[in-house]
């Protein structure tokens, strides 16, 4: 049974409170180190630090608008062999979906680690972030989560939180054994902390806390929120279907693809050590390119970038959690997040699979169902 | 032979690790090349025996060519019987389609017509008949059909479709040959005019060497008959008397006399007498009229071979010389020693129309077979598969299934269960529901469901619960017609008593079992004994053993088996054939020659191919312009040579492609030809002639698109065959030859459980040499053997315990480890080991190459029917028990009560225990025989005396029995349980059912097999099952086992997957992919491995590796790329 507690806020600074809860987790809960977000010192910037001094805390921010990159990705490389020490990893939804993939594909593991989930509200993407953070990277911080738990949106100058984010349905960590929540919570008195799992209920134990209930407003505010996001998704899925839906919408709209690749360095799931198109099976011979150029008379350099996309969408778009760093890192502004949700509500419904949503659910490749997709086997004959 | 041959001008370095070949000395015949034929064929090759497998008719795959579908899966899956190790050795396709393995030589049409010698050297006589068609030269177009007058029933259908006189015996085969039914032949020759590739022969040249003798008394008789034959090209000559023809017989050699019966001075039976002494070789045909018709049957009792009735028009005599002519000069024989005979003639099926025909079959279109039925519902069936009715070609909606016809049926003289048409009907039930998409009616008139084998119970509740299969407890006496429509009205009499009257579409007949024709004579030549139902007799404890040493059964011959026991049966007859020439000394002594073939290595080479283009007969010459191909792929990138070449099916066309690759410098062959399958054999022979890797050498079929029908035009055929041969270059170029891998075999067996079945495939495996540790937990071995004392049959248990366990224990080859038990083990196929915990508490470590799981079962314990309130409630084996040891003394009963399934045959014991009834009705009769007056009362559900149990249980029906309550003693079947396997499936890694017994890997095709290569079940650990039924899966185990231990090195595939470790970022996909448990994680070496030997190159792990971390040999991504783009450059 969850268990629930408040973190108290001092005037309404919830990084402060926040930053006061990590302290205390460092302190007297029976971990070795904290995975958490931090300003770094020299710059403005976002990113996730490892702490094991509970003195180097102080630019902690995990409610900052600012996702640099999915650290799905760093937690599995901590974890891929064994630690030596219990780690607690703050993180956003997205990114414990994400690590929960890669552990199903054996490059992480939950033994040392204890997930520390916080609701999103969204982020901005890179350089719009460096934008809104100015000078000022706490109170921007705060002033965001003000607008965006008073309901003025998160729309800065001309820009918005990131396409991914508005078209996320999963805001609340539901998956973490500890749950930091916002959303219906009178944030200017508390910030909800909820335990989800034993090992979510030992850690909370330790910090001796208040006790507290859920708000009752909190899940409508989370129901608002998910409607307002589906909504969206919804119609970036009907559009994005729509210019994609033949092979030459399809070549349009990955005509800005350069094949450099970043897309697949952002993606949490993709995992491999080395993509299959940097080896020798893309190493053309020589001769090839001007045997394709001679069948039409004109081809496109570099070739394969079409490839290169349906390639990752077969690969891994069963286990894309929708972070939309892949449109972040791309240089080009190719939709590419768009592109890899529509087609992944597609597999993912094929395969009644929902990524990151449990460790219990085995990705659809290593599962064999003799009856399944008999319409395309012809199991029937 | 040229061993070496080097074709480089440069250093050439030769591969040291050539192909590892051994030969046993020994081969045997199995006669008969249906599932079980196969099966015993395929062990003794993999054992390396030279194997003849015949078959009288012209295809291969007895009843189950005609049968698409088996459950419980409802699909095919014959392809599983496939060799999984030294798979190169044999065909790895379609086994429906054909069969090749190096080791086995088929000889169709073909039948066994003497035996001579003994056990271990038995000489043999096989007859070929002439197909007239060269299946060299047949390229499968099928003009010849086309023009063929006749139509006859086409017995592949059934007979519900129509066929020519020359056709296709199957319509799958490859290579596909038409051949020609002799018997609705009229030899008119239409189709030897038009076979493009010159085919077909009737040798009607040849027929003026066919030398006759007509000998008559009247003159006009006489002439007539040397002008109709001589008119078809007959050489005849004439006697007038019996005196004549013998001098005329001493003086020229005759093939054929036609011989009057009634001539003056010698008469015809006296010629017939004399001609046979001097010449036994000569055919006689006695000519009689209608009043000495009994002395024309009394001389073929002396050896005449045929008799025609005078007078007679021109076509009486001559198709019957014409068809003596094709069988005396036209039939192939061949001698040869083998050293055991398997018999695997299959069965027939009971015919309804003979006798009194109550069901009308034959009289209404529309009442069918079990078989006619399965055509109907076949994609290769009369309507695609469509259920449409044979009458009238209507959508059936309701059908009946009739079980027990000519089964089960003293009138019919079938006192026996033909033991598979309850499964047979249920399955057929259930595809008519499917088929019709729910929108058929099925019911199934039965008398027991005999639904006694593994997992069949489920299978049974699933027709009836979620596809609502019907099932009706009753015999149906008659069908009669119900309307003009061709509907059949069905009377029948329910359980309460109550008559019904129903109007089915379809009436389908279960038809029984029937000994195959020319089974007596079969046996009388093999010396073997029948049973009283004229089915092959066999020894006590024994599915394969006959009367005779040295001849074996598998399968059907011996009564009607399913697949999953034709299998288990058709290894336990190749066990004994190889016991037996291994005991006269063939065994399997290694060939004191080892060949090892050596190929250059061209790994530095850039790829050079020579392409050799087949014109198949002209086919192809014809439709493309053949030198225009040459030129324009002479100027393809990496094609050093360009042939054209006739025939290269042919073994002159064979001869011509050596002899221009001897003087190539190509590093790779394509050859553009036909069938590519049938090739496998001779491009091993090719590779090993040349000093070049078999897999740089590869065939493309370009004769499909030329094939009539497909009415392609000149550009359209060359722009196939242009992308047909760019892709196989492109593959070849890409090919990558590496050595095939193999691995060491500990050549020592480690067998688990020291039961019947246990001790059996310990001896088994003993028995050919080779070391083997059986481990028994008990203090004493003999298992469940223990607390039985007589069988149904008669035989005695504690004999055979008493005789297995001195065997077992005087054996130098076996270990017997009691009070042992395995408390882990580890490896893989060829290299296990294990640990045993000895009495002592001692732990000791084996090597083992293979594992036997013979782990047994108990009978199950109950609380139900107040077991364990009185002493007067017993179970079977404790009734047995008190039999024997007096306690119970049925002379002071006068009421016996049993009661069947208890506990099982519902949920959660879903299953038939298969020996409970039999228990039952041997407690029974043992007890009527102490005590006449006894009566006793046998509640149950459905009786399973399968096959010749049932006259058991006549005998016990017969014997009286009357319901009167109360008893003096009630006796509970509690059927059988599995013992705890959890423990011991963990540390074999294998799986268990959700009954707790071993799960095969396949429960038809693998029945003994576990997935895991190298590991084997038999007994009750693998299902419930008789002592003779649980020896012979130890046998077969055993068998399986043989076929590893057999080999100090085995060879993999020559395509294998393999990972390339710097790519791979061990998310173990591939593991989970692998449905050969093929792979693994090693920890210490923090790797992905790959055991090649149980790999069988399916490509699994390759399709879920992301980044091509695994792949597999010969199918590299850039490889398939290279051919995907020469596929669409070619098509352009």
């Known amino acids: ?77 901590l974890t891929r062999k064994p630690v030596n020490g219990k780690v607690a990893v703050v993180l956003r939804p997205c990114e414990i979906r994400a690590f929960i993939e890669l ?41 965001f989560c003000q ?19 508005k078209a996320c349905e999963y805001p609340v960590p539901e998956n973490a054994d500890l749950l930091i929540g916002l959303l219906g919570v009178d944030i200017n ?193 | 032979m040229k061993r070496i041959i080097n074709y480089h001008v440069h250093p050439v370095i030769l591969s040291k690790k050539g192909r590892y070949m051994k030969k046993k000395i020994g081969s045997c015949l199995v006669v008969g090349a249906g599932i079980s034929g196969i099966r015993s064929a395929l062990d003794l090759a993999e054992l390396g025996y030279q194997v003849t497998l015949i078959d009288k008719e012209p295809n291969l795959g007895g009843t189950l060519m005609q049968l698409d579908y088996q459950f419980p899966s409802d699909h095919c899956g014959m392809c599983k019987m496939l060799p999984l190790v030294e798979r190169d050795k044999a065909s790895q396709y379609c086994l429906r389609k054909g069969v090749f393995h190096e080791n086995i030589d088929i000889m169709l049409s073909t039948e066994l017509v003497a035996l001579d010698g003994e056990p271990g050297k038995f000489q043999v006589t096989l007859r070929q008949k002439s197909r007239f068609v060269d299946p060299e030269r047949c390229i499968g177009c099928g003009e010849c059909s086309r023009v063929c007058p006749v139509e006859v029933p086409d017995g592949f259908n059934a007979g519900l479709t129509l066929r020519k006189a020359i056709y296709l015996p199957v319509p799958h085969n490859i290579p596909n040959t038409y051949t020609v039914d002799v018997t609705s032949c009229t030899q008119c020759g239409e189709c030897e005019k038009i076979c493009p590739s010159g085919a077909i022969d009737f040798g009607v040249e040849a027929r003026s060497r066919f030398r006759i003798l007509v000998v008559d008394d009247e003159l006009v008789v006489r002439d007539s008959l040397k002008e109709w ?35 003056p001075g010698v008469d015809g039976v006296e010629v017939l007498k004399r001609a046979k002494d001097l010449y036994p ?72 129309d003979e006798d009194n025909n109550i069901f009308g079959y034959g009289v209404s279109p529309n009442v069918v077979t079990s078989i006619e039925f399965e055509r109907i519902i076949s994609g290769t069936g009369p309507n695609q598969g469509k259920i449409l009715r044979p009458g009238d070609g209507k959508e059936v909606r309701k059908i009946a299934w009739l079980q027990c016809v000519g089964s089960r049926d003293m009138q019919e003289d079938a006192d026996f269960c033909s033991s598979v048409c309850c499964m047979f009907a249920i399955k057929e039930a259930l595809l008519a529901k499917e088929r019709s998409d729910n929108q058929a009616d099925a019911t199934i008139f039965y008398m027991d469901m005999r639904t006694f084998g593994k997992d069949f119970q489920r299978y049974r509740d699933r027709a009836e619960k979620d596809y609502g299969v019907r099932f009706v407890r009753c015999r149906v006496h008659t069908v009669s017609p119900a309307d003009e429509e061709g509907n059949l009205k069905i009377v029948y009499v329910d359980q309460s008593g109550e008559t019904h009257e129903e109007i089915f579409d379809l009436v389908v007949l279960s038809t029984g079992q029937r000994p195959p024709v020319g089974t007596e004579k079969l046996a009388e030549m093999c010396g073997v004994e029948l049973n ?73 080479e850039p790829p050079q191919v020579f392409l050799a283009l087949c014109t198949c007969g002209g086919t192809i010459g014809e439709a493309v312009d053949l030198n225009a191909l040459t030129e324009s792929f002479k100027n393809t990138e990496s094609v050093a040579e360009v042939q054209v070449i006739e025939r290269i099916c042919t073994q002159e066309g064979w001869d011509d492609l050596q002899e221009a690759m001897r003087n190539s410098n190509a590093n790779r062959v394509l050859i553009a030809a036909c069938n590519p399958y049938v090739y496998a054999k001779k491009v091993r022979e090719l590779g090993e002639r040349i000093g070049l890797n078999p897999s740089l050498i590869d065939v493309v079929d370009i004769w499909t698109p030329a094939f009539p029908g497909r009415d392609l035009n000149g550009n359209q055929l060359t722009r196939e065959i242009s992308a047909t041969v760019a892709m196989g270059i492109a593959r070849l170029k890409g090919m990558d030859p590496c050595p095939i891998p193999t691995a060491r075999i500990i050549q020592k067996a480690l067998v688990v459980g020291g039961g019947i079945a246990g001790m059996t495939a310990a001896l088994s495996i003993a028995h050919h040499g080779f070391d083997v540790t059986l481990v028994e937990q008990a203090e004493e071995l003999g298992g469940n053997l223990h607390y039985l004392y007589r069988t149904l049959e008669g035989y005695s248990p504690q004999e055979l315990l008493e005789d297995a366990v001195l065997k077992v224990e005087d054996h130098p080859n076996i270990n017997v480890y009691k009070n042992t038990k395995v408390i882990g083990s580890e490896g893989q196929v060829g290299r296990f080991v294990t640990a045993v915990e000895r009495a002592d508490g001692s732990v000791e470590t084996l090597e083992h190459g293979v594992t036997v799981l013979a782990t047994g079962g108990q009978e199950a314990k109950t609380a139900e029917y107040a077991y364990g309130e009185s002493g007067a409630i017993l179970t079977q084996h404790e009734l047995e028990k008190g039999l024997q040891d007096g306690t119970l003394d049925p002379t002071k009963f006068r009421t016996v009560a049993m009661i069947q399934c208890v506990g099982s045959r519902e949920e959660p014991r879903n299953y038939c225990s298969r020996v409970c009834c039999s228990s039952t009705l041997k407690n029974s009769l043992y007890m009527k025989e102490k005590n006449p007056d006894l009566q006793v009362c046998v509640f149950y559900r459905d009786m399973m005396s399968y096959g010749f149990i049932e006259t058991y249980y006549t005998k016990a029906r017969n014997a009286g029995r009357e319901i009167t309550i109360p008893a003096d003693v009630l006796v509970l079947g509690t059927g059988i349980v599995p013992g705890n396997y959890k423990e011991l499936a963990d540390q074999f890694g294998v799986d268990f059912n959700e009954d707790g017994f071993f799960q095969e890997a396949e429960s038809k095709w693998r029945p003994v097999d576990f997935i895991k290569e190298g590991i084997f079940m038999c007994g009750i650990a693998h299902s419930p099952r008789s002592i003779t039924e649980s020896i012979a899966s130890a046998e077969a185990s055993a068998q399986r086992a043989l076929r590893i231990l057999n080999n100090e090195r085995l060879a993999a595939g020559s395509i294998v997957a393999e990972v390339r470790h710097s790519l791979c970022v061990l998310c173990e996909r591939c593991i989970a992919a692998c449905p050969y448990h093929a792979r693994r994680y090693d920890k210490a070496e923090d790797k992905i491995v790959v055991d090649e030997l149980m790999c069988q190159g399916c490509g699994s792990c390759a399709a879920v590796c992301l980044n091509s971390a695994s792949v597999l040999r010969g199918y590299r991504d850039q490889q398939v790329f290279e051919v995907i783009d020469a596929a669409l450059e070619g098509l352009g």
């Open chain 2, 532 to 604: 009283p139902w004229g089915f092959c007799k066999l020894q006590d404890f024994s599915l394969s053993r006959t009367s005779r040493e040295g001849i074996l059964v598998s399968g059907s011959f011996s009564g009607l088996c399913d697949i999953s026991d034709s299998v288990i049966q058709a290894s336990s007859a190749s066990l004994w054939a190889s016991r037996l020439i291994h005991s006269k000394g063939g065994g399997l002594a290694e060939e004191t020659e080892t060949k090892e073939a050596q190929f250059r290595d061209v790994g530095s």
């Open chain 1, 147 to 165: 607008n965006f738990l008073e309901g003025k949106g998160t729309a800065f100058e001309e820009f918005d939180v990131s396409s991914a984010c």
């Open chain 1, 103 to 143: 552990v199903k594909l054996k490059q992480g593991s939950m033994e040392e680690v204890v997930l520390v989930g916080v609701d999103c509200l969204g982020a901005y993407s890179n350089i719009h972030y460096s934008r809104f953070v100015g000078e000022d990277s706490a109170d921007s911080t705060l002033s």
């Open chain 2, 281 to 352: 070789e000569l055919t006689v045909v006695m000519m009689t009229a209608y009043a000495t018709v009994e002395t024309a049957v009394e001389a073929m009792k002396i050896g005449a071979h045929d008799y025609v009735m005078k007078p007679f028009a021109p076509d009486t005599p001559v198709p019957v010389v014409a068809q003596l002519y094709q069988d005396i000069l036209r039939t192939g024989e061949r001698l040869m020693d083998v050293g055991a005979v398997i018999l695997s003639a299959g069965f027939d099926s009971f015919q309804p």
């Open chain 1, 189 to 381: 008195d508390h910030l909800l902390v909820k335990a989800n799992t034993p090992k979510g209920t030992e850690l909370l134990d330790s910090l001796g806390l208040p006790a507290t209930g859920e708000p009752k407003e909190r899940k409508k505010a989370i129901d608002d929120l998910v409607a307002e996001r589906i909504k969206y998704r919804d119609q970036m899925f009907k559009e994005t279907s729509e210019a994609t839906s033949n092979l030459e919408k399809l070549n349009f709209y990955l005509a800005d693809c350069v094949n450099c690749y970043n897309c697949r360095v952002a993606c949490p799931v993709c995992y491999c050590r080395e993509c299959v198109f940097v080896t020798d099976v893309f190493d053309h011979e020589p001769s090839q390119y001007l045997r394709w150029a001679e069948q039409k008379g004109i081809i496109k350099m570099p070739t394969d970038t079409v490839f290169y996309h349906l390639t990752r969408l077969a690969h891994i778009s069963t286990a894309c959690i929708g972070c939309g760093q892949c449109s972040n890192a791309c240089p080009n502004n190719v939709p590419v997040m768009e592109l890899f949700r529509t087609i992944a509500s597609g597999t993912q419904k094929a395969f009644e699979y929902e990524p990151g949503r449990s460790l219990e659910d085995e990705p659809p490749l290593s599962v064999f169902r003799e009856e399944e997709f008999s319409e395309l086997t012809g199991g029937k004959d």
């Open chain 1, 1 to 77: 049974m969850a268990k629930a507690a408040k973190i108290e806020v001092e005037d309404g600074n919830i990084v402060a409170s926040l930053q006061g809860f990590f302290k205390a987790l460092l302190e007297d809960g029976e971990i070795n180190a904290l995975l958490v977000p931090q300003h770094l010192p020299m710059k403005n910037t976002v990113m996730p630090t490892l702490v094991t001094d509970p003195e180097k805390l102080n630019g902690t921010d995990p409610l900052a608008p600012a996702f640099p990159l999915n650290a799905a990705k760093v937690v599995s490389k």
């Open chain 2, 229 to 263: 034959l001589e008119d078809d090209g007959f050489h005849v000559e004439m006697a007038e008397s019996g005196t004549e023809a013998l001098d005329m017989l001493a003086k020229d050699s005759f093939h054929l006399m036609l011989l009057d019966i009634k001539m």
